[in-house]
Structures are given as C-alpha cells and as structure tokens.
C-alpha cells in the first residue's frame, strides 16, 4: 500500500512539475525575462520528454497549451541554446506519436513558425549546423500533415534555403539527410518540384545516387526517393531523358541487382525502380527506356528475382514499368467498327450510332488523300486512332466509368448519379400514349373479354403434360440441390438421366445410344424406352437418340437448299419467304463410312458430312467405359432438356431465323442440347503469379520478336480467306447463330489471340463469345488470348472459367457444357483503344481474357462460350414444345406475335394462368379479375444466364406441380422471354441491330428503331389504362462482375437515404412492400442474396425497364433480377460456380416466391392454418421495415488479390507497401496442384 502511495505522489510531482516548468515559460515569454531562465527551463522540460513518454502525452492531450507556450517561445526567443531545446523537445514528441502528434503540431501553426525559423536562421553566418539540422529534421516530419506546407515554403522562400545547403554540403550526410527528406516533401507540390528543377535538383540527386557504392545507403535510399518524386513533374521528367539519365538508372540497377546478392538493399533498388516509373509516364521516358534496351533489362533482372518471394515489389513495379512502355498498338482490324453491316430504317438524331452515320463524305475524301493507296488505313484513323500523349495514360483507371449491367452502382457512397429530386422520385402515372392507341394491344388481351363458352372446362382429373412422340413425363423443375442416391431405381422426384453407352463394337453401334427418362423401375422402362424409340420412324428422336452411325460421323450441321418452310406451330407472324443462303461442307476425302451412314439424318434430306467422318471418332473401350460408369449411371436429377429438346424440330426453325450474316450452319451444342453435368464445379482456386506470368509472356513477344509466328488463321473481314492446311493449326469458326469470333491469329506454336466482334452498328461492346476450334491434339496446352475486352475487370480474377462443349463427350452421352481452363485472368493490355470507342475518354486500353486448355480428345470438335448459350431457335423450339404438350383443360397458354424485330424476326409473347373452373359467371369474373405479373427477359444478348432462369419459369408455370396450379389461379402471367432476339441471333453482347442498349430506350422507345421495347411498354400501358395494373414486374438480367443472384428495386425513401439530405428521408412515408418479394426469395432460393440487393433510384438508370415501369406505369414492385455468371459465395451453393441447373431452379424458385407473395397480400382468399399464416409473416418479418439502408451495391465489390498491382499499368506505394507485408504468403497445395478439369470437379455420390 506505501509503495503504490509513492508511486502515485511521484506522478502527482511529475506531473504538477511539467506543468509548472510550461507556466514558468509562459511567463518569461509574457515577461520578456532573461534568455539564461528560458534555457534553463526548457532544459528541465526536455529533460522530462526524453525520459517519460506520460509527459510526452499530456504536452500533447487535447486542451493542453504545452506545444503553444514552446511554438511561442521560439517564435520569440533569440537564444540559440532555448531555440536548441526546444527543437530537441518537438522531435521528442512526435519521435513516437507518429502523425496524431505532427497533425498536432500543424494545427497549432508550427509549420510557419518553423519555416520563418528557418530562414532566419540561414541568414546567420556560419551557418549552426545543429539548427540545420533539427529545423529540416521536424520539417520533413510535419510537413506532409499540412496541405498548404508546399505553398507556404515558397512563399517563405526556403526552397532554395535546402536546396543550396546539400550542393554545398556533399560530404556532409549528417545535414544532407535531412535536407533531402524536405526536398521530398518540397515536391510533392509541383510548381515547387519544377522551380527545384529548374534550380538543378535533378542533376544534383544523380550526383549522390551514382555511381554504385554501397557506403551511406540510408542517405541513397532517401535521395531515391527524392528523385522519384521531382520526376512526377513532366519538366523534370524531360531534362531527365534530355541529360541520359534514363540509361543512367538501368545502369545503377543492374549494378545493385548484381550486387545484392542477399537482398539486403531492396528499398535501395525499388527506389530506382520507382524513378523509372515516374519517368516514364511521359512519352519521351518510355521511347528513351525502349532505346537504352530497358525492356529486355528489367525482365531479365525481374525474371531472375522470381525465386525469391520477398522480391515481389521489385518483380510487380519493373511488371507495371514494362507494361506501361510497351508500344501502343491497333489492334489488327480494318476497323473497330462490326464487321457485319445492317441498315437502319431511320437513323438516331444523337447517339454514338449517329455519329457513326455522320461522317461527312469530305472528311472522308480528306483522309484519304494522305492514304490513296490504303483506305482501310483511312477508316481506320477514323475511328481507331492511338493516343501517345504526354498525359499518364493510366493513372484514371479507377475512374474509368464503364456502363455496367443493369442497375449496376457506381463505386463511392456519395453518389452524383442518385436521384435527390423528391418530385422526380414520386411515380407519376404516365399514359403516354392515347387510348385510341393503345386499343391495337385488345387483341394480345383475350383473356379479358373471352367467355369460354366453346371449351370444354370440366376436368375431374388433371391430365398428365404428354409430349407427342416422345417419351412420356411431367416436367418438373429441378431442384439443384436434390442430388439422386446411386441406386439408379429410386428418385427423389423430377427428371432423371442415365446414360448407356454400349462397351461393344461394331454391334453395339448399330443399336442407338439413348438416354432413359426413369420414373418407378429402371430396367423396367429401360425396355420401354426401347420400344418406343424402335417404334418411331426417324432416326433422331431427341437430342439423346442418337443413331451413331450417323452422328458419329457429322463434322458440322449445314441447312442444304431446300425452300424455307414454317415449322408446325410455328406462329403465322413469320415471313415464309425468307430462305437462308446456304453453304455445303464437302469431305475432299474418300470416306468409308458413308455407305452406312446414309443421308437420313433429316429424313431423306441431303447432309454433308465433314472430317469428323474421315478421320474417325474415338469410341470408348471397355476399361474406359467401367471408369465412367459410376458417373453415367448415376440418377441426377436434371431440366427437362431430353424433353424439351427436339433437334429435328430445331433445326426446321432455324431455317426461318434471319440473321444478317445470313448464317447456314448449326453449331453441334445447339442441335444436340445440353443437360446439366452430374458433378459440382467448384469456383476455380488461382495460383499466385499466374497473372505476371502471363504478362511476362507478353513482354516477350517484344523482346523477342523472332519466335513469334503471327500468322492469321481466321478472319471474318476477309472474304476470300482460305483456312491454312497445316495439320498442327487450330481450326476455328464463328458463322452460327450466336457465334461470335472475328479473327484469329497464332502467336507461338500453342498460343493464339483472339478478337471479338463489336456489336451491330457500334464499335464496341466486346465481351460475349461463342465460336468453335477443332483440329486440336491431346495432352497438349493450348493458350487463348481474347484481347479486345473493355470491362475495366471480370469474374475471371476471381474463380469463373469459360465454357466448353466438346462434341465427342456428347457422342459418348456427356452432351453438357463444362467449366474448363486454368491459368485464368484478366489485365489490362498493350492494344489502344479510340477516344471514339472509349466515350471520349483518351489513352483507353483493351483487356485480355487469358485461358489454357488441354483438350481430352484428338480432332475433335469443341466450342467455347462466355456463359451457357441460350439461342433465339432454341427459345422458339422450347415455346413451340411447351404448346404443343400443355392441357388445355387445365392451362390456358397462348403464344402470340408481339412485333417484329428489324431483321424481321418474331418477338413472342407468352400469357400463361389456369383455365377457369367452369364457364359459369362467377367462375369467368374471378378468371378475369386476377392480378398480372409480368416477365422480361434477354434485353442484353451477352447475358444467357437470364434465358435459362426464364426457362425454369415457364416449365415451372407450365407444370403439373401442384404449386403451379395454385399459382396459375392467382395471376395471369404475361411474358416477353426474349426482349432483343436480333442481338441473340447476331451475337452481340449488349445492344440491338439499332446499336443501342434497349435498356436505355424505355422513356421514348422508338416504333421503328426499338420496336420491342415499344410495344413491350405498349402493353404494360394498355394495363394501365384499363386499371389492370401489373403486381409485380421482373425483368431478367444476367451479372458479370458480381456473385449469386440478387434484385434491384425501387424506393424513394432508400435512394433519398443515400444522399445527404437524410433528414428529409424521415418525413417520407412509403409502403416498404417493394423489400417483400426479395426478402421472400432470400429464405426459398439458395442461389438468392438479400445483402447484394438495392433499391436506390439514380438518374443514369432512369431510362431503365425497372425504373420507368415503376415511374410511369405505376408498378411498386418493378425489379430487376441479376444472376451471377460465375458463382455463388454464399449460401447452399458457396464456393461453387453455377450452371443451368441452379439458374433454371432460380427461375422456379422466384415462382414460388410469387406465390407466397399472393398469401401474404391476400390471406383472406386462402384457408390457410394461423400458424402457417404465422410462420410465412414470421418469414419476412423484416421486409416491410426498412430499419437501414440499403446495401449498396458496388462494381467492384471483391478482395484485392496480393497481385492485384498487376490488372493496372499503374501502382502506389500502398499496395507495394501491402505486397511485403504479404511477402509471406506462400500457395497451398492444391494451389499447386491445380489442374483443368480433374481437381476442379467435384462428383456428386
């Protein structure tokens, strides 16, 4: 107890002394008393600092007047010894409270107390070196605290004051050490890092840097980073290249990288590294760094510093150096713009599509007067000129305002783009369109004024959806999650699939290897199955009736010249006229199989067969056959694709498909089908590196240049382009519906780089692929380089692959795309893009995806996806099955023509909900009275994922599930499954053949340029006008840059919370139903993701289907549904990538979610138990409570990778500063491991 006692008075008396010893000074000052008492206190004072950091505390504690009473006192003082103190007590102070206590000091005027302290002491003569010293010492610790501090030391006058004290004081390190740690703070301001310039600063630092000498490296370091600093003014940057220092730098470089043999001076080199960087963000820095051979040094030196992972920093800046100063180049095209051309009927007022129109035929005379001889060369300055200005071509990545998805969020909380006008945020009812008008929808309406007085609606017992000729079933939507046990007899419930293929020879190849659609015994059904398929005249019944003979033989599907017929059920709306022009596809071979195969593939129709018939299919052998049993037997539930699927029938409406192309192939995935896999796709795991390894590939196609091939081996542009015969090249094509794939080009051996095709009438929108390679060999990795993309990141950073579809697995009853690829990323790379195309913006560069394939079988024919195709035939071959098989009894389905497109395709339009009970009066009204939901879905071609969810839809509101039943009685369904069907047909990623996004027309669509989303919001008026507002509108969108699947809405009172007008937001009353049918959906679908969900209104979306549907129709519940196209980080399917499966189940789910919906808003109408009733509220107990804002969304919402410095050409100190303290981090196991496809699948038992 003494001992605490003492303990606690010695505070008091510390204390009690500082405080007085800071009095005592505050009177000398007031005073004016004798120097001899000042040095003496502040003598105790420093004393006092140096030994008690509690002391350093209290001078320094909010409300203490300790630092005022020292800056006053040597604002004051002309005594040497009390301004030595206290100098030497400001450096105590902030010697361990880091920049809290510099912050301190500059709020309390030390930064101009000190600098006028300075140049009153550089009057003195000599000079005291000790003031010097500590003057420069608190200086360049404060100084970057204080945003005016640059200002203020040029008006002061000090900059020469340093500057001069280190050229006269070389030798002297103790005082230039410090002076050189100003001159850094100096120039962070760029007026003064010019006048320093101009003063010599930058000849100066090369006199201490050089030449290599490992004595004084604290003092190089500091004088490195000085330098690096003074060249981010461009002015210095140019005296640098003008005097030689470029070639100076490599030189100390490679020096130091030789010398450091233990690494023990990597600040030193990094610090040279980052002068080179800054010097080369001119023009004149990277051509003289290309000269004096910088490329070929730093990838030398950074490919030897691999092998260290402490070097990192050093390996990622000489990465973004290289990068930066790799030559810009066009890329190889003619032109930007799309190779396929389609006419417009009118041509937009204002629009990148109108100043694609409005190039003055004198402009166009003009350049081509400079280029007689190349006018494509012509073209191509005119819309795809480089930009080599002096400006850092990089340095506004982040700013880079790319057009996202649908309701995608801008980056910052502080949103501009958000709405705060309250009046523009209340919807107004908006009819836009007169009455008289509007009556030419009537007849896309007759479920309101029909009596059903002709139909038969008494129906006992609810017939079974039978699909004629085909194997008989309900369709069931598939619950993804439901795996099927192994014993191939016993099914949860659904579809399931068990694949057969026969181990035999010949003999087993003249029976057709078929898929079985199980229900109660499998064997049983297997011989039933038989039967029926032996029964039917044709030798394909289904995509899983393959005759093998046959297929086995098909190279590629080709539509012969046969006069274009409307298929049965096809809608009366399309032309009949239109006739494809064909190609044949001929086999310069003699061809053996082709007695046997025959030409019935299209009941006597003539088919040419390719080199697959030549060269001959791999068949499975008997061992391989066993290995793949277990998977092929296995029962999993799947869609309904057997079904659904009819390849004859497909390729009959392909035939009436207008494309501008004039497309005559059908690509294999779209004739066969495709089914989900039996197994789990797990998120791709990426290795450490992958991305600078890639990158340093690159870098190599410069240094050496002799080793690279560049040789085309597909190119759209060129007509009369002849594929190369040599038997080691690749084989592509892209001439299908939804293909996409301009040029190809081989850079090495295994490597080729790829361009996409912009959209239609635009020159850009480059993301969507489709396209197929063939010719490949075994066990070799190949490399693709698609290096036209503009997104300024991508899902492939962070575990998405892209999708392959190989025909042989299909012909071995695996017909399904995969997620294949290692080595998967995307950067940013050495191909400009136009102003034109960038929106204005100048020094835009392209983005590559890179990926690596090893193809599981020889010459074979694969095809490559984006995402999982979903094509305009196929939407009309589903449409046209789903008709002919629904129960007119039961279902009321009509499948109408809502408009036709501008290639003069059919846009259909679906109305789905129960047929009425009986034709008696009320039974009419309560038919006729139900509540509308309505669909959209494909506005963006790119955004596949969107068609399968609306394909769980329909076979889910077409299903015998009791559910749908309930469902079809509460609302009648109005669907437009496919909102642009010419961007599907033709391959674009975002618009229409008009070249605008149609997501942007919905406030003044035009009849003639956007006719869907006319008369789609024709409809939706025509609703409104006759007081049959929907209940719900969704439209289905698809989400690149984001995981799992998620809604954006609309709300007033959560956009006006996101502004800063938030205390008028407490005053807005608002129904918070709109949170309802999401918070609903996060409880029922897996996939489903509440916390990504927004509901913020902003003014760039306004012209949005979401947006004016909410506005102007007056549809509350008005939303967008975006599904990932990667995966799930979340949930029952975390860490998975998703596929048709879980999509389809999306679309079911959200069926349901309606369902619920119509419960909670009209309990009355159901006799449902309370404590159901309870259960559902207790559901969303929260949804009609908004008790926080909305999350906001944001474009790039993922981790930084430790490699992350790499998807730019530009860095910062903080992320180097974050790789070394990573610098630890070494790659697991599997890491290591990673292959294509065995380690990223997961087989379901």
């Not at 061809?591 to 129709?605: D, K, S």
């Not at 629904?886 to 339009?909: A, M, W």
């Not at 299903?959 to 509460?970: G, I, K, Y």
């Not at 679908?1085 to 003014?1099: R, T």
């Amino acid at each position: 107890m003494s001992k605490l006692k003492g303990v606690s008075e010695k505070s008091l008396n510390n204390n009690s002394r500082i405080v007085g010893l800071l009095a005592q000074l505050e009177k000398i000052n007031a005073d004016s008393a004798e120097s001899d008492t000042a040095r003496y206190v502040t003598s105790k004072i420093l004393h006092l600092a140096q030994s008690q950091e509690k002391t350093r505390r209290e001078m320094t504690a909010k409300g203490s007047t300790g630092v005022e009473i020292l800056l006053s006192t040597l604002e004051n003082t002309k005594d040497l010894q009390t301004t030595l103190n206290i100098l030497s007590i400001l450096v105590e102070l902030m010697s361990a409270g880091g920049g809290r206590r510099a912050s301190f000091l500059v709020a309390r005027g030390g930064s101009q107390i000190l600098l006028q302290l300075l140049l009153n002491a550089s009057k003195d003569c000599p000079l005291h070196e000790e003031l010097m010293v500590q003057i420069h010492s608190i200086l360049a610790k404060i100084g970057p605290k204080d945003k005016k501090f640059g200002v203020k030391a040029r008006i002061n006058g000090v900059l020469n004051i340093t500057l001069n004290l280190v050229k006269q004081n070389l030798q002297n390190h103790r005082l230039v050490l410090p002076c050189l740690q100003l001159l850094r703070v100096y120039s962070a301001n760029s007026v003064n890092s010019v006048f320093l310039g101009k003063n010599g600063v930058v000849e100066l630092m090369f006199k201490i840097i050089g030449p290599f000498s490992k004595k004084n490296s604290g003092l190089m370091k500091v004088a490195l980073d000085t330098l690096a600093a003074l060249l981010k003014s461009k002015t210095n940057a140019r005296r640098a290249v003008d005097r030689g220092y470029v070639q100076v730098l490599l030189t100390i470089y490679v020096d130091w990288h030789r010398h450091d043999n233990r690494h023990r001076n990597m600040l030193i080199r990094k610090g040279i590294l980052q002068s080179l960087k800054s010097v080369t963000n001119i023009k004149l820095g990277r051509k003289a760094f290309i000269d004096a051979n910088g490329m070929k040094i730093l990838y030398n030196t950074s490919q030897e510093c691999l092998a260290v992972r402490t070097l990192d920093p050093l390996v990622n800046t000489s990465s973004l150096i290289m990068r930066k100063c790799f030559p810009k180049n066009r890329l190889p095209l003619p032109t930007i713009k799309s190779c396929f051309h389609f006419q417009l009927p009118i041509i937009p007022v204002a629009g990148p599509v109108a100043q694609l129109y409005s190039l003055p035929p004198e402009g166009l005379f003009f350049l081509s007067s400079f280029y007689p001889q190349h006018p494509l060369d012509c073209m191509r300055h005119m819309d795809d000129v480089v930009d080599e200005s002096d400006d850092n071509d990089d340095t506004d990545l982040e700013a880079e305002n790319e057009i996202e998805n649908e309701d995608d969020l801008d980056h910052n909380f502080k949103n501009d783009d958000i709405e705060t006008d309250i009046n523009k945020l209340k919807p107004q009812q908006e009819p836009g369109r007169k009455i008289e008008e509007l009556k030419m929808y009537e007849h896309l309406f007759p479920e309101l004024v029909d009596d059903f007085q002709d139909c038969d609606l008494i129906s006992k017992e609810p017939k079974p959806l039978v699909f004629e000729g085909k194997v008989r079933g309900p369709i069931v939507v598939p619950t993804a999650g439901e795996e099927a046990t192994g014993n191939s007899g016993s099914l949860r419930k659904g579809v399931a699939a068990k694949a057969k293929v026969s181990p035999k020879g010949a003999e087993g190849d003249k029976k057709p290897a078929f898929v079985d659609l199980a229900k109660a015994d499998a064997h049983d059904n297997d011989r039933t199955l038989q039967q029926q398929l032996g029964d039917q005249n044709r030798t394909i019944s289904s995509v899983h009736g393959f005759n093998s003979d046959i297929v086995r033989a098909l190279d590629r599907i080709t539509l012969q010249n046969i006069p274009s017929q409307t298929a049965p059920g096809c809608t009366a709306g399309v032309k009949k006229d239109y006739s494809l022009p064909l190609t044949v596809v001929t086999c310069p071979k003699a061809c053996p199989h082709m007695a046997a195969c025959g030409n019935v593939l299209f009941e006597g129709r003539t088919v040419q067969l390719g080199k697959l018939c030549c060269t001959g299919v791999e068949t499975e052998d008997d061992e391989d056959a066993e290995s793949t049993s277990s998977v092929e037997q296995a029962s999993v539930e799947v869609s309904d694709g057997p079904t659904l699927h009819d390849s004859d029938l497909y390729i009959e409406i392909v035939k009436n498909t207008k494309s501008v192309p004039e497309y005559a192939e059908v690509a294999y995935p779209d004739y066969f089908g495709h089914i989900p896999p039996p197994f789990k796709e797990p998120i791709l795991e990426r290795p450490y590196g992958v991305q600078r390894t890639k990158i340093a590939q690159d870098i190599e196609r410069l240094i050496h240049q002799s080793d690279i091939i560049d040789r085309v081996v597909y190119d759209l542009d060129n007509p009369n382009y002849t594929i190369p015969e040599d038997g080691d090249i690749l084989k592509f094509n892209s001439k299908f519906e939804s293909g996409n794939l301009r040029k190809v080009i081989q850079i090495r051996k295994n490597e080729y780089d790829l361009i996409l095709n912009s959209d239609i009438n635009s020159n850009h929108y480059h993301q969507w692929f489709y396209f197929e390679v063939s010719g490949m060999r075994p066990g070799v990795a190949y490399r693709f380089n698609i290096i036209n993309c503009e997104k300024t990141n991508s899902q492939f950073n962070y575990g998405m692959q892209p999708l392959m579809y190989s025909v042989q697995e299909a012909l071995n009853a695996r017909p399904w795309w995969t997620r294949v690829g290692t080595d998967i990323c995307y950067y940013k790379n050495h191909f400009s893009r136009s102003s034109v195309a960038a929106g204005g913006q100048k020094g835009k560069s392209y983005y590559t995806i890179t990926f690596t394939v090893n193809f599981p079988h020889k010459d074979d024919v694969c095809y490559f996806a984006y995402h999982y195709p979903y094509t305009y035939s196929t939407l009309q071959m589903h449409l046209q099955k789903l008709e002919s098989a629904h129960n007119p009894q039961q279902i009321y389905f009509r499948k109408d023509v809502l408009c036709e497109t501008l290639s003069g395709n059919s846009c259909p339009l679906v109305t789905i909900t129960a047929m009425p009970e009986s034709n008696y009066y009320e039974h009419i009204c309560q038919f006729r009275n139900r509540p509308y939901v309505f669909l959209s879905a494909r506005v963006h071609p790119g955004e596949t994922n969107a068609s399968w969810v609306m394909k769980g839809t329909l076979e889910y509101l077409m299903s015998n599930n009791p559910t749908a039943q309930s469902l079809r009685e509460c609302y009648i369904f109005k669907i437009v499954p496919m909102l642009n069907p010419d961007g599907v047909i033709n391959g674009n990623h975002r618009c229409s053949l008009s070249g605008e996004d149609l997501n942007r027309q919905w406030q003044s669509p035009n009849p003639d340029l956007h006719p869907t989303i006319y008369h789609t919001k024709g409809l939706l008026q025509y609703l409104a006008a006759v007081k049959r507002i929907p209940l719900v509108y969704c439209d289905y969108h698809g989400h690149s840059r984001k995981k799992n699947v998620f809604m954006y809405g609309c709300s007033i009172k959560e956009t006006v919370w996101h502004t800063s007008a938030n205390a008028a937001s407490c005053d807005i009353v608002e129904d918070a139903g709109h949170r309802t049918l999401p918070k609903i959906l996060s409880h029922i679908a897996p996939a489903f993701c509440m916390s990504s969900c927004s509901f913020v209104v902003e003014k760039s979306k306004e012209s949005t289907a979401r947006v004016v549907v909410w506005r102007e129709i007056g549809v509350q519940r008005s939303y967008t549904m975006e599904s990932t196209l990667c995966g799930c980080d979340q949930g029952k399917y975390k860490g998975l990538q998703i596929g048709t499966r879980e999509l389809e189940e999306m679309g079911a789910k959200f069926c349901v979610g309606l369902l619920r919906l119509k419960r909670l808003t009209s309990p009355l109408e159901y006799n449902m138990p309370s404590s159901l009733l309870d259960f559902e509220n207790d559901l969303i107990d929260s949804s009609c409570k908004v008790t926080s804002p909305t999350t906001y969304v944001l474009d790039e919402d993922e981790p930084r990778f430790l490699e992350e410095v790499d998807y730019s050409a530009e860095s910062n100190d903080e992320l180097d500063i974050e790789l070394a303290e990573n610098a630890d981090y070494e790659p697991s196991t599997q890491e290591e491991v990673l292959s294509d496809s065995e380690s990223s699948r997961t087989y379901l038992p």
